[in-house]
């Protein structure tokens, strides 16, 4: 058997992924964090994006979408606590795409009461889910 991670992301909702990794990689705050077996120990933010898990002896990545949270590494186990986790699978272009243009629409609306911060940060989600369907596409 291969040298493996133990690998679980969660969310506030559910279990979205538990098992072993020969790798994962991940959008952390300062960029593209990549991760195998007995990394030094870490805790970062993580942006919005595709978290893509190289499974042992499989020649298929998983990917899960996040839309932020925090990430522990430890030498032999890998922590995603997500704000939100979607299985790559289960994303919805139609629903991410209309969630862009909704925030793009609140954000020029220059005349409505919003909080732009929040619209920011919706827009940020939806852009890094579209981003990540068309990579889960081109996996494929």
Do not use: C, W
């Amino acid at each position: 058997m291969a040298n493996t991670i133990q690998v679980d992301v969660v969310s506030a909702e559910e279990e979205i992924f538990s098992g072993q990794a020969e790798f994962v990689a991940l959008p952390g705050e300062a960029g593209e964090l990549g991760i195998y077996p007995k990394h030094t120990p870490l805790i970062t933010r993580i942006r919005p994006g595709a978290v893509r898990i190289k499974l042992a002896d499989q020649a298929e990545d998983e990917f899960v979408f996040v839309a932020g949270g925090i990430l522990e590494v430890q030498p032999n186990a890998v922590t995603v606590l997500a704000d939100t986790a979607i299985r790559g699978s289960d994303l919805d272009e139609a629903k991410a795409a209309e969630a862009k243009k909704m925030a793009e629409e609140a954000l020029n609306n220059r005349e409505s009461n919003i909080d732009y911060a929040a619209a920011q940060a919706e827009l940020a989600v939806a852009i890094a889910q579209l981003a990540a369907i068309q990579r889960l596409r081109q996996k494929r």
